[in-house]
């Protein structure tokens, strides 16, 4: 199945612990995006990454990381310096030639306490 | 940046009312989806529509880009379409590198 699939589903962390997202795809898209959603609101975008290799900061990136080191994958990290994790976190991705739609995948729920 | 705003922020129906939702936004953009996200918070692309119309069975979409709006129809409704209904949208303004921006949605309850 083509698709964007993200693990785990569910993640539970103490406080002032690092913790790394994973993402991937299959869909032989280009560019890829985290979005963080809050309880009753829309999403904001964390960072994006048009090519391997490359990547560039969203609206709210302070507090995480990310790599983008195969096409297929872009893990997200959120640090001990984020301030308020805890969160609906989603991956996207689109394919450059073809569109500018976007797709997502399943959403990590992650608390932090 | 661009502003995304839809309207009602809530909306009550009885199965097999029809409804309409909408989204207005503040400057010309490259793409306009909705999304209709369940209550496991997957969200499920329904329309990508940057202007004129489009319909997926009981669901039909319009974006008027020149008067910078976008409506979706929902027919006939069921209890399964329940959930939070997004627009998002990409501005054509700038480098917007393809981020979506968008809307705080809509809530719909659809009562049996």
């Known amino acids: 199945d083509g698709g964007i699939t993200q693990s785990p589903k569910y993640l539970f962390r103490k406080e002032g612990q690092n913790v790394t997202l994973s993402c991937e795809q299959n869909?032989?898209?280009?560019?890829m995006y985290w979005y963080r959603q809050d309880p009753g609101q829309g999403l904001r975008l964390i960072y994006y990454?048009?090519?391997?290799?490359?990547?560039q900061k969203g609206d709210i990136a302070e507090g995480y990381s990310v790599s983008r080191e195969k096409k297929e994958s872009f893990p997200l990290t959120v640090t001990s310096a984020q301030k308020n994790p805890t969160a609906f976190y989603l991956c996207?991705?689109?394919?450059?030639?073809?569109?500018?739609?976007?797709?997502f995948g399943p959403g990590t729920r992650l608390t932090v306490t | 940046g661009i502003q995304v705003e839809q309207s009602p922020p809530d909306l009550i129906l009885q199965e097999g009312a029809n409804s309409t939702l909408r989204c207005n936004f503040s400057?010309?953009?490259?793409?306009l989806q909705w999304f209709h996200q369940n209550p496991w918070g997957q969200l499920i692309n329904l329309f990508y529509?940057?202007?004129g119309t489009k319909q997926n069975g009981r669901l039909s979409a319009t974006t008027v880009a020149t008067e910078r709006y976008s409506l979706l129809y929902i027919s006939s409704s069921q209890t399964t379409d329940s959930g939070v209904y997004f627009c998002?949208?990409?501005?054509?303004?700038?480098?917007?590198?393809?981020?979506?921006?968008f809307g705080q949605g809509t809530i719909l309850t659809v009562h049996p």
């Open positions: 869909l032989n898209h280009d560019a």
């Open positions: 998002a949208v990409v501005s054509a303004g700038g480098t917007s590198y393809g981020k979506l921006t």
């Open positions: 990454s048009q090519i391997v290799n490359d990547f």
């Open positions: 400057d010309s953009v490259n793409n």
């Open positions: 529509i940057p202007s």
């Open positions: 996207a991705s689109r394919s450059q030639e073809v569109s500018y739609e976007q797709y």
